[in-house]
Nanobody, 115 residues
Framework: QVQLVESGGGLVQPGGSLRLSCAASGSIFSFSVDWYRQAPGKQRELVAT???????YYARSMKGRFTISRDNAKNTVYLQVNSLKPEDTAVYYC??????????WGQGTQVTVSS
């Protein structure tokens, strides 16, 4: 069982930046990790993925302003978000998975972009 805790969200002005963190209770070096987000009244959508080998994938609409990274020594995955826009307002979730090992979700961290 892996427990995930997201942090780093908050209220930020348009144009600002945040670094979200997803800390795992155990080793996740062999897992792939996604960041998802869910805006009010909308479906949860994939933001970015990082594989256990460090390869990255970004949803088309997220390219350029989002950067996913991981520190396996700290069992932590990060999502750097720059040039924030009001439409980035959402709860951001961490999702850890590995084929044959199941998957795990965090509770989410709220990001609000407003002036």
């Amino acid at each position: 069982q892996v427990q995930l805790v997201e942090s780093g969200g908050g209220l930020v002005q348009p144009g600002g930046s945040l670094r979200l963190s997803c800390a795992a209770s155990g080793s996740i070096f062999s897992f792939s990790v996604d960041w998802y987000r869910q805006a009010p009244g909308k479906q949860r959508e994939l933001v970015a993925t990082i594989s256990n080998g460090g390869g990255t994938y970004y949803a088309r609409s997220m390219k350029g302003r989002f950067t996913i990274s991981r520190d396996n020594a700290k069992n932590t995955v990060y999502l750097q978000v720059n040039s924030l826009k009001p439409e980035d307002t959402a709860v951001y979730y961490c999702h850890v998975w590995r084929i044959g090992a199941g998957d795990y979700w965090g509770q989410g961290t709220q990001v609000t972009v407003s002036s």
